[in-house]
Every structure is written in structure tokens, then in C-alpha cells.
T-cell receptor
Framework: GAVVSQHPSRVICKSGTSVKIECRSL??????MFWYRQFPKQSLMLMAT?????????EQGVEKDKFLINHASLTLSTLTVTSAHPEDSSFYIC???????????FGPGTRLLVL | DAKTTQPPSMDCAEGRAANLPCNHS???????VYWYRQIHSQGPQYIIH???NNETNEMASLIITEDRKSSTLILPHATLRDTAVYYC???????????FGAGTRLTVKP
């Protein structure tokens, strides 16, 4: 089956620093990747959609200058949280779809804690 | 806006079938019904999807009503490891939008 990985699985950083999260499709080419955020006891909220080689499309209320997304290849997308603050602490999850675009496969998530 | 309605929680006895309902009364003709589940602190796991016909795979069965306004996910023999939040999502495949509602928290009890 399709496998999506994320790295790191968990990260703790100081307020004001930047953190990069990687999302990789291991056994298929991901034409589209998605980034979600999930706060405790809440559902997943879509942050942005990125197509390989194009600029990401951000959901309303998500600051594109704070959450930098790069989708430079068909197997890798990165999310950089710039100048992180404690309120950015959350569970960040990526997903990817292949050329058939029938099903999204999700990564295991990255738990970010900003002190 | 939520396109699906699910009960917030359900319990099921281990070894019995778990039947999770979902209402999607405003579903369009080209929208599929997808089911995912999320075990605590993990990413969502794809379970099954369908358009009109009932579907079955190694994990579950999906029963879609003839008018497509509702569906039921069936886990035939629930185990403790099936305890999770189950999400029902309607989505057009060529439109990559996938929006999660609150889902149903299924607790399988021994």
C-alpha cells in the first residue's frame, strides 16, 4: 500500500526559532500534498495544498509567510514554521495523493511543542 | 460547512460487528464517500471508499443507501485495536479537498 512518512515525529523548540517538517511519499509519486494541523481534542484542519513545482494554496486564516511550504519534487514536501510561538504547538500531519488522485494517504504526524 | 453528520461516540463489544452510520444528505452525484480512522496520536488511516455500490475490503464493508444520502461502515469483528475516531468524508476525486468533521469515537470494550 501507499506509504507516507514524516520527519521528525516529535520536535521541541524555543519560541522565535524556525522548525522544518518533512513529508515523503515512499512508494508513489505524489502530485499533490496536503498539510493539516490538529489541536488536542479537535479534528484535522486543512492548512494548505501544494502541487509539485507550484506555489502552495493556503486556507483562509493560515499565514503563508509563517508556514512556508515547498514541494520541490514528486516525493517530498516540507513545511517550515517560522518564528514559532507557543500557540503554534500542535500535531502537524501531511497527506499525499498520486496521479490517480482517488485516495489520500496520511503520514504519521509530527508533534511540535514550542516553549 | 459540514457535509456529513456522524454520532459523536459509540461503543461496541469485542468480537461483535461495529456499525458506524453517516448521513450525507446533500451529496452530489460525482462525490465519493470515504472513511478514515485515527488512532490516538497517529495520522488518519484510509479504510474504504465508494460511489454507489457497496464495497468490501480486508478491513471493512461500506454500505451506501440507494439514494446515497447515508452510508454505514461495518467492522465485522471489532477488536480492541479498532478503538479510534472514525471519519466519514464526501469528496470528488478530481477535487483534492478533503475536509474532516468531528467523526465518531468508537470504543471497543472487552
Amino acid at each position: 500500500g501507499a506509504v507516507v512518512s514524516q520527519h521528525p515525529s516529535r520536535v521541541i523548540c524555543k519560541s522565535g526559532t524556525s522548525v522544518k517538517i518533512e513529508c515523503r511519499s515512499l512508494d508513489f509519486q505524489a502530485t499533490t500534498m496536503f498539510w493539516y494541523r490538529q489541536f488536542p481534542k479537535q479534528s484535522l484542519m486543512l492548512m494548505a495544498t501544494s502541487n509539485e513545482g507550484s506555489k502552495a494554496t493556503y486556507e483562509q486564516g493560515v499565514e503563508k509567510d509563517k508556514f512556508l511550504i515547498n514541494h520541490a519534487s514528486l516525493t517530498l514536501s516540507t513545511l517550515t514554521v517560522t518564528s514559532a510561538h507557543p500557540e503554534d504547538s500542535s500535531f502537524y500531519i501531511c497527506s499525499a495523493t498520486g496521479t490517480a488522485q482517488e485516495t489520500q494517504y496520511f503520514g504519521p504526524g509530527t508533534r511540535l511543542l514550542v516553549l | 460547512d459540514a457535509k456529513t453528520t456522524q454520532p459523536p461516540s459509540m461503543d461496541c463489544a469485542e468480537g461483535r460487528a461495529a456499525n458506524l452510520p453517516c448521513n450525507h444528505s446533500t451529496i452530489s452525484g460525482n462525490e465519493y464517500v470515504y472513511w478514515y480512522r485515527q488512532i490516538h496520536s497517529q495520522g488518519p488511516q484510509y479504510i474504504i471508499h465508494g460511489l454507489k455500490n457497496n464495497e468490501t475490503n480486508e478491513m471493512a464493508s461500506l454500505i451506501i443507501t440507494e439514494d446515497r444520502k447515508s452510508s454505514t461502515l461495518i467492522l465485522p469483528h471489532a477488536t480492541l485495536r479498532d478503538t479510534a475516531v472514525y471519519y466519514c468524508i464526501v469528496r470528488v476525486t478530481i477535487n483534492n479537498d478533503m475536509r474532516f468533521g468531528a467523526g465518531t469515537r468508537l470504543t471497543v470494550k472487552p
